[in-house]
């Protein structure tokens, strides 16, 4: 493990254009649970049980009250040493991508400013009658569902959900990021939910090195450059310079 580091060390101090993919794996250790697994569940619902258009349709309650008291666990998290350590690669490259499936709005709060939230914001809310979009930092909201101050309709979080498709220009603009990098990094996600679960893949098909670090093995590992098993927030810090800034 030792060696991977090292050489993982030197991949990222030579590369000049990076990108690097985030799930949720990167915010566990700021208290944030990840869905696969018991910590994930919410009173014995699976979040692909209420993370889906359908669910919402059929009871915009109860899909509320689970957003209402995700948003009451993120709230209290704060970014960790791996969301600290990216927002500082950042600054030491000529550029640099951050995507991620994360919708807790941790990489933004840590300083990191080229971000693409692939699956939406927690702490925004759409109307599902005129698409007004509003940022909501209620916790928990007092009414629920809430209400459009434009038209009154009811909001929802603005997430994608299980079912529903991410927009073809922001799955181009990942594309093109690990397309122009030298080093694409994938980080505490599962490989599971696409079309994220690809590209890994799609960097390998261009030529790029790449290197995951995940507490598991995923689908990818074994096909990568390297994979890392451990803890984001502990290795992340060794393999960028001053990384270590949290304060
Ligand atoms: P996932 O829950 O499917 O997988 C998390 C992965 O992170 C696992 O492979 C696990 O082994 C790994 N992991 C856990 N702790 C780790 C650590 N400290 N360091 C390194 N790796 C660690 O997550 P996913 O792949 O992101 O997919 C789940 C979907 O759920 C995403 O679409 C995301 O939008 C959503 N989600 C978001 C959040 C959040 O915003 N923080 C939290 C839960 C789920
Ligand atoms: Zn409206």
Redesign the pocket.
Known sequence: MENDINKAYELINEASIITVL????????SG??????SE?LWNNYR?EELATPKAFFENPGIVWEWYDWRRSV?KKAEPNH?HYALSELERQKDKFTLIT????G?HQLAGSDNIIE??GN?WEIRCTKCNNLEKNYQVPIPELPPKCSKCSEIMRPN?VWFGEIIPMQKIDRCIFAIEESDLFMI???????EP?ASFGFVAKEHNKTVIE????E?PGTGLYDLSIK????EVLPLLVDSGNTLN
Not at 101 to 104: I, K, S, W, Y
Not at 187 to 193: A, E, K
Not at 230 to 233: L, N, T, V
């Open positions: 985030t799930g949720a794996g990167i915010s566990s250790e944030v649970p990840i869905f696969r697994g994930g979040p993120m791996g499936q994360n919708v807790d941790l692939m699956h927690l997430i980080i505490g996600t599962s490989g599971l939910v994220a670090i995940n507490l598991d995923t451990a803890k984001s927030g």
